[in-house]
C-alpha cells in the first residue's frame, strides 16, 4: 500500500438526524483491508433511499411518517435504540454509501494479488457468515463503512468483476437499485405474460424494475408523477398512471397479476383491489408512509400473497452483472454532484423531479 495515501476525504454521518449531520472532511483515515478484505478506491457513488432512511432514523418504529417528512431535518422521535434497518442501534461515525463503482487497490491476507486493479461493483446487502436462512445480512455503509469517501474495504467475495464501457458514474446507480428490483422480482416470481404494476416508477428501484420486468417478458403498467411519462416509456414502461389519478379508473379492478410497490402510504388499500383473484403483492419500501389499511377480507377472499423483500441473494447480484456486461439494461442518471455537495444532492433526491439516480462524483 505504499503508493496509497494516509488521509481521505469522505462523509461522516455523526448521528440520526438533519443534513447538519453529514460532516465532509478531508482528514479520514484510509482503512486497511484486513483478512478475506479488498481495499477498492471508489470512483463514484450514488444516494438510495436507504441513505437518507438511515440518517434520519426512519427505520425506527417510534416513526409512523413518509421518509420526506422528515428528510431534510430528521424526527423528533427517540431513534437512537432501533435507527438502523436491523433494528439495532447505529454506530458513529459511520461513512454512508451502498452504491460504488471503483477499482481494487489493495488486497488482505488470503486474497490474491491478482486482483488488483479489477474495476468492480460493491453488493449492496451482504450475508453474515451466522445466517442460517440466508436471512441476516448488513447493508453496505450502514453496519460498515461504505461509499462516501475515496476508499473503502469489503469482503473479496462481495467485490464483482464488471466488464464494461459504462462510466464509474453510470454504474454506481445499479448496486443497490437493482438488486433489489431483481431480488423482488425473483421473490414474486415474475413471468412472461404477467400484466405488473410498478409504483414510483420514476425512482432509482422504480425503473430498475420497469426494465427488469421487461427483460422476463412481462407487460408494466408504471405509476409516476406529471411530466415523466416519456422518460419512463423510454425505458420499457407500456402504459403509464399518473401518481394522483385513480388506479381504479385507470386500470379497474382485478386486471393486473402483480404488483411492486415501493410506496405504500394511503393509497395502498387500491392495490391489492387491482389485483386479480390470486395475485401477487411484493413491496421493497414505504416512502409514501409505513402505516396502510389492510382490509384482510380483500386479502383472503382474493387468494392474495403478499411479499416482503429485504435480502438480496448473490444469484440477483451475478443476474444484474451479466445483464449491465450484455447491454440488457441502462443506467437512469438524474444528476452528478462532487462528494462534497452531498447536501445538494440529497435535497435534489428527496424532491423527486428528476427521474433516476443522483451520482456522486468521489474522485476529483
Do not use: H
Not at 447480484?317 to 447491454?327: K, M, W
Amino acid at each position: 500500500m505504499s503508493n496509497i495515501p494516509k488521509k481521505m476525504a469522505g462523509v461522516y454521518l455523526t448521528g440520526n438526524g438533519g443534513f447538519d449531520k453529514l460532516e465532509y472532511r478531508t482528514d479520514i483515515d484510509v482503512p486497511k483491508p484486513k483478512k478475506g478484505e479488498v481495499l477498492v478506491k471508489i470512483g463514484a457513488a450514488a444516494v438510495n433511499n436507504t441513505d437518507i432512511n438511515t440518517r434520519i432514523g426512519w427505520y425506527s418504529k417510534n416513526v409512523k411518517a413518509e421518509t420526506s417528512v422528515g428528510g431534510s431535518s430528521g424526527f423528533e422521535e427517540e431513534v437512537e435504540e432501533d435507527g438502523s434497518w436491523t433494528g439495532a442501534a447505529l454506530q458513529f461515525p459511520r461513512i454512508q454509501g451502498a452504491d460504488g463503482c471503483g477499482v481494487i487497490v489493495a488486497v488482505g491476507a488470503g486474497v490474491s494479488e491478482a486482483r488488483i486493479g479489477e474495476r468492480v461493483l460493491i453488493r449492496t446487502m451482504q450475508e453474515l457468515p451466522s445466517s442460517e436462512l440466508g436471512l441476516e445480512c448488513i447493508t453496505f455503509g450502514s453496519e460498515c463503512d461504505g461509499t462516501f469517501a475515496e476508499y473503502a474495504v469489503t469482503l473479496s467475495d462481495e467485490a464483482f468483476t464488471i466488464d464494461s464501457d459504462l462510466t464509474d458514474a453510470e454504474l454506481a446507480t445499479f448496486p443497490c437499485s437493482y438488486s433489489t428490483a431483481e431480488n423482488l422480482i425473483v421473490r414474486v416470481d415474475v413471468n412472461e405474460g404477467d400484466v405488473v404494476l410498478i409504483t414510483g416508477a420514476s425512482g432509482g428501484v422504480g425503473s430498475a424494475l420497469v426494465q427488469l420486468v421487461k427483460i422476463r417478458g412481462a407487460k408494466v403498467i408504471a405509476v409516476c408523477d406529471p411530466g415523466q411519462e416519456e422518460r419512463v416509456r423510454s425505458y420499457g414502461a407500456d402504459e403509464i398512471v399518473l401518481r394522483d389519478e385513480s388506479y381504479f379508473e385507470k386500470i379497474g379492478k382485478m386486471k393486473v397479476d402483480i404488483v411492486l410497490d415501493m410506496v405504500a402510504g394511503p393509497r395502498w388499500p387500491e392495490l391489492l383491489e387491482v389485483l386479480k383473484k390470486g395475485g401477487k403483492y411484493g413491496v421493497v419500501g414505504a416512502i409514501g408512509g409505513p402505516l396502510v389499511e389492510l382490509d384482510v377480507r380483500t386479502l383472503y377472499l382474493k387468494d392474495l400473497s403478499l411479499f416482503g423483500s429485504a435480502y438480496q441473494t448473490k444469484e440477483a447480484f451475478t443476474n444484474l452483472i451479466s445483464y449491465i456486461e450484455q447491454g440488457k439494461i441502462q443506467p437512469v442518471v438524474a444528476a452528478e454532484y462532487p462528494l462534497e455537495k452531498i447536501v445538494e444532492a440529497q435535497k435534489a433526491f428527496l424532491s423527486k423531479t428528476l427521474i433516476g439516480k443522483f451520482v456522486l462524483q468521489v474522485q476529483s
